[in-house]
């Protein structure tokens, strides 16, 4: 497969593509042209296994599914595909014998800014585990010029930077101007009759906009398989454009109109023009896929009729729903098949993951926009309603609330998670609680009228990118132990639980733990001109920020540590060191107070030399996957803090979990899962459960100022927050203090604390106990490889997509 069978051989090839393409010798080269040479050398090799992919899927006819995400968080390309080619022991020597570092060459490619958070990761491991288990399944995305930020710190606060994450290309994409399509917005409908007195319907009018697919190989791990991210660039119809509006001025800023809808994740949506931006990215994104779809799809069978068995579609959370009713425009319209016929084969080809039951990422989207922005859509949209409303009349009569409560529109809007729920076959969560609060609560009505679509399907990580990529020293000792099956089969860590108590082996964990948090300790210092003590317990809370993950529940704590040595400096408390790393979104002002208290907190305890660098407090800004490979092999402690119910999954947990940390949680999302794994001895349980939250939430009888006024420890940090006790003006944190006592708290902080407070000091004492500890984190990396995303896929595959591995032939 490779061009370069050994290290002399790639050394001359480098050298070789090096001058082709910079026109440069080694030693003029700058880092950047060092890691596009190296990178289009990988790019060539993969090629051919690329095109032999989609060559053998095509004549043997099989299955394929197509993820609809509008995030995909990929992190850097290159390593990824070194080590999934089987080559990077080659070309680490090869450029060492240059003089050259593979580490450094691989820092020069920026984090594909096509995410933000868990439901882009989770994207991402699931198209690398695709690819590894042969299955046939590609990703549909938004091509984002500057992604969602750039985020700096500037004073404490959060400061947003376009993310110029393509500045200098993108070496491994492939631009297919020939694959473009068109997509209509605005306009009328047309109706109109034939003899037979049937009605077609035409779309006059509007803007059009191109969208362009870019090609992006995934790589899977040592078995010739390549499928396929295909990302979408919204581009303006020049000839239409110039024709309209005539002046060059005008069409350039109608150009630039258009094109906005692929310039931002996320845009803005709190006023009118950012609701319609963010569904017209949408409708974009999966117009353009389906179109796509459809047309190979029509090439090779002649006929859509029988689209559900050779093409699954998932759509990842809510953002692509409306794949269904633009797949019954295509039927429709395009194929003039008759409505029930059509919505078989739609609801038998498009499954939905949920990913959360916080009401405000359940999207609604007003009718007042929905409506004139995608006409012909609205209109299938609501017969879908008039349709599913008759049924639930029908099936409830004497509860004509019913119809109401569930209906696709309703009051002025139309709601999302509905729409997926009635036009899909499948529903599953991604965590076992979650998907029991959905069934039994949430979407209670809809689990009682279509029982057999709900199931379960908890997250999973790619175990070979966040172990064996980004702990290599932890993954050369498990192979030193156990062998290398582990990379290919996952629960072969659990033969780790064998070595457990051996001290020699928990030694050499520790040696590697020690090793990777220097690592980090180096990077902190040359970020943040920090010294951190890298025998102090790794304290880290990283993940988006959002009150329910309760960011301030760790400030408290911290505050609270601080507040004890200021009483008394000499006390004989366990070092630790707080790392944060979180983005807000930039509308969001109370996250990023939030993210303001944490530095001005680190602002207060890192300069205070009365507490003899007990504690320090750590932010790292625009926190990334090429980030947090730095960060989880080097944590000792995992915050999975959120307010229980509310995460739906986590998989922070797991990355964390599998490279040696032990984690303090909630009993919430896949929390829970861990727990029953590791075993309680192995984890730190504090707080409410979910069932207690959601009595309280149901019922009431939580008093946050009752426990302001009775738990002094409370009520001196919440005072701290607005008495000049930190270096910022007294109302600076006045919204966070409001928010936890005039807003009731809503996500339980102060409820929790007393618990969480206990349940630290807890780590703190078995912190201590070195050889109680590393066992502790020994159990934990043995049962990581239930959470490999390889299984996860191995269960969707089997049971909602119906698709089976195919194994490509390499010529």
């Keep these: 497969m490779s061009m370069f069978t050994d290290r002399e051989s790639f050394k001359e090839l480098f050298v070789q593509k090096l001058k082709v393409v910079h026109g440069k010798e080694l030693k003029e080269a700058t880092r950047l042209e060092l890691y596009k040479t190296l990178a289009l050398m990988v790019r060539e090799i993969i090629m051919e296994s690329w095109m032999d992919t989609r060559r053998q899927y095509q004549s043997h006819g099989v299955k394929e599914v197509y993820y ?3 995030e995909f968080m990929m992190g850097r390309f290159l390593e990824n595909n070194l080590i999934n080619l089987g080559i990077v022991d080659i070309c680490r020597d090869g450029l060492g014998d240059l003089g050259l570092d593979l580490f450094d060459i691989v820092k020069e490619e920026p984090d594909a800014g096509l995410g933000n958070g868990g439901l ?43 993310e110029y994450w393509l500045r200098e290309g993108n070496v491994w994409e492939k631009r297919r101007s020939d694959e473009t399509v068109e997509i209509r917005f605005g306009g009328e409908i047309k109706e109109e009759d034939d003899k037979d007195g049937k009605t077609f319907y035409s779309h006059e009018g509007g803007e059009v906009v191109r969208a362009v697919p870019y090609d992006t190989p995934v790589v899977g791990y040592l078995n010739n398989t390549v499928n396929n991210l295909r990302l979408w660039h919204a581009e303006a119809a020049e000839t239409e454009v110039c024709e309209t509006l005539g002046c060059y001025r005008r069409v350039v800023e109608y150009r630039h109109s258009l094109e906005s809808i692929t310039q931002l994740l996320y845009p803005d949506d709190t006023d009118y023009e950012g609701k319609e931006l963010r569904l017209r990215q949408q409708y974009f994104l999966v117009s353009a896929g389906l179109q796509d779809i459809v047309r190979r799809h029509r090439k090779q069978y002649g006929t859509l009729e029988n689209l559900h068995h050779k093409i699954a579609i998932h759509i990842n959370d809510t953002h692509p729903v409306l794949t269904i009713p633009e797949l019954m425009r295509i039927f429709l319209d395009e194929e003039e098949m008759e409505w029930e016929k059509a919505w078989e084969i739609t609801t038998s ?22 409506r004139p922005l995608l006409p012909r859509i609205y209109f299938i949209v609501e017969e879908i309603n008039r349709r599913f409303c008759a049924k639930l009349l029908e099936k409830y009569p004497e509860n004509p609330e019913k119809a109401a409560e569930m209906a696709i529109i309703g009051e002025g809007e139309v709601r999302m998670a509905h729409l997926a729920v009635v036009g899909s076959h499948s529903v599953n969560g991604v965590a076992r609680l979650h998907t029991e609060i959905l069934k039994q609560r949430e979407m209670n009505s809809f689990y009682r009228l279509y029982p057999e679509k709900f199931n379960n399907k908890t997250n999973g990580i790619t175990h070979r990118f966040w172990l064996l990529k980004s702990n290599p020293y932890l993954a050369q000792l498990v192979n030193q132990v156990i062998g290398p099956e582990w990379i290919r089969n996952p629960r072969e860590l659990s033969r780790l639980e064998d070595y457990a108590g051996d001290n020699a082996f928990q030694e050499q964990v520790y040696q590697v733990k020690c090793r990777n948090k220097v690592n980090l300790a180096r990077l902190i210092k040359e970020k943040k001109g920090l010294t951190v003590d890298v025998d102090s317990v790794f304290d880290v809370h990283v993940k988006r920020l959002h009150p329910y993950k309760r960011q301030l529940l760790k400030v408290m704590h911290i505050m609270h540590l601080y507040n004890l040595l200021q009483e008394d400096p000499g006390l004989d408390i366990t070092p630790r060191t707080f790392i944060f790393g979180a983005k807000a979104f930039p509308h969001f002002e109370l996250a990023k107070c939030i993210i303001k208290l944490i530095n001005t907190v680190a602002d207060k305890v890192n300069r205070d030399k009365k507490i003899n660098d007990k504690l320090k407090v750590v932010f790292l800004e625009n926190y990334r996957v090429s980030l947090a490979s730095r960060i989880f092999p080097a944590a000792d402690l995992s915050e999975q803090i959120s307010t229980a119910s509310k995460e739906a999954s986590g998989t922070g947990n797991m990355k964390f979990m599998l490279n040696g940390a032990l984690t303090i949680g909630t009993m919430d999302g896949a929390n829970v899962e861990i727990a029953e794994l590791v075993g309680k001895d192995n984890i730190f349980i504090f707080g409410l459960t979910a069932e207690q939250v959601l009595h309280y939430q149901k019922y009431g009888g939580y008093n946050a100022l009752k426990l302001y006024d009775s738990d002094p420890r409370i009520k001196l940090i919440l005072d701290q927050l607005v008495n000049g006790f930190l270096p910022a003006p007294r109302d600076e944190f006045f919204m966070i203090r409001e ?14 604390f007393a618990s969480y407070v206990e349940t630290q000091q807890k780590v703190a004492e078995i912190y201590q106990e070195k050889e109680r500890w590393r066992k502790k984190c020994i159990h934990n990396i043995a049962r990581a490889g239930y959470f490999s995303s390889d299984l996860t896929i191995q269960n969707y595959a089997a049971e909602i997509w119906n698709i089976e591995p195919f194994f490509v032939k390499n010529r």
């Design 68 to 70: 609809f995400s509008l």
């Design 739 to 752: 928010h936890l006592l005039d807003h009731h708290d809503e996500f339980f902080v102060l409820r929790d």
């Design 349 to 370: 080809t498009v499954s939905y993951t949920n990913h959360t039951i916080m009401v405000e990422a359940l999207e609604v989207w007003p009718v007042d926009i929905f």
């Design 120 to 162: 882009g990761r989770l994207a991402a491991c699931f198209l690398d585990s695709m690819a590894s288990q042969a299955m046939p399944g590609h990703g549909m995305g938004v091509r984002y010029k500057y992604g969602l930020f750039e985020q700096r710190i500037k004073d404490g606060y959060q400061v947003e930077l376009p």
